[in-house]
């Protein structure tokens, strides 16, 4: 697609229910990222996808947090039995293949809002 | 530990006026520099990159990049009230993630 696509936009979520998260990137990225948001944080990096490469999950705060990319395209973060701090804005991104050791800065996609009540 | 140090501001200019907005890193091995602006509720938007030292303008904005200082400067010339925003300094190296800062909000008085 023209942008990266990410959903649900918001999702209220009860305590210890699970949710799932999606992310479409931006066709041919082969570069996908997780990062977080909490109110006035910054960006927390939460898992890294790079072609068929084991990801990098070094960002995931626990393990109640997992992702997936199939086919090297869409990919789903998991969160099992929400906690009310696992509440934030989810972002998506992607980004191009790297070149002479540069990296291409990363498209966002509008983010998921998660409440966890 | 990469660290992206901003001032969080709020930077307040008059519209017009040119906003100076700095970062410093602490990795010296960082060689891709960027800068993100996030309007409120909205999430983070590409607007600059740079990867040699020196100046790197377009249009109103001009990115600066230090290595020898470890910091990256972005200016804004002529700022409109549209600017007002929070902006983003991100840094990597090599083959790793994107280390974000937490931004400098800058608000443009008319």
């Not at chain 1, 393990?63 to 997936?68: G, N, P, V």
């Not at chain 1, 929400?82 to 990363?106: H, K, M, P």
Request: with cysteine.
């Amino acid at each position: 697609g023209a942008g990266v696509s990410q959903s649900p936009s918001n999702k209220v979520t009860e305590k210890g229910k699970d949710v799932e998260l999606r992310c479409d990137p931006i066709s041919g990225h082969t570069a996908l990222y997780w990062y977080r948001q909490s109110l006035g944080q910054g960006l927390e990096f939460l898992i890294y996808f790079q072609g068929n490469s084991a990801p990098d999950k070094s960002g995931l705060p626990s393990d109640r947090f997992s992702a997936e990319r199939t086919g090297g395209s869409v990919s789903t973060l998991t969160i099992q039995r929400t906690q009310q701090e696992d509440s934030a804005v989810y972002l998506c991104a992607s980004s191009s293949q790297r070149a002479w050791g540069r990296s291409y800065g990363y498209t966002f996609g509008s983010g998921t809002r998660l409440t966890v009540v | 530990q990469k660290e992206v140090e901003q001032n969080s501001g709020p930077l307040s200019v008059p519209e017009g006026a040119i906003a100076s907005l700095n970062c410093t890193y602490s990795d010296r091995g960082s060689q891709s520099f960027f800068w993100y602006r996030q309007y409120s509720g909205k999430s983070p938007e590409l607007i600059m990159s740079i990867y040699s030292n020196g100046d790197k303008e377009d249009g109103r904005f001009t990115a600066q990049l230090n290595k020898a200082s470890q910091y990256v400067s972005l200016l804004i010339r002529d700022s409109q009230p549209s600017d007002s925003a929070t902006y983003l300094c991100a840094v990597n190296e090599g083959y790793s993630t994107l280390t974000f800062g937490k931004g400098t909000m800058l608000l443009v008085s008319p």
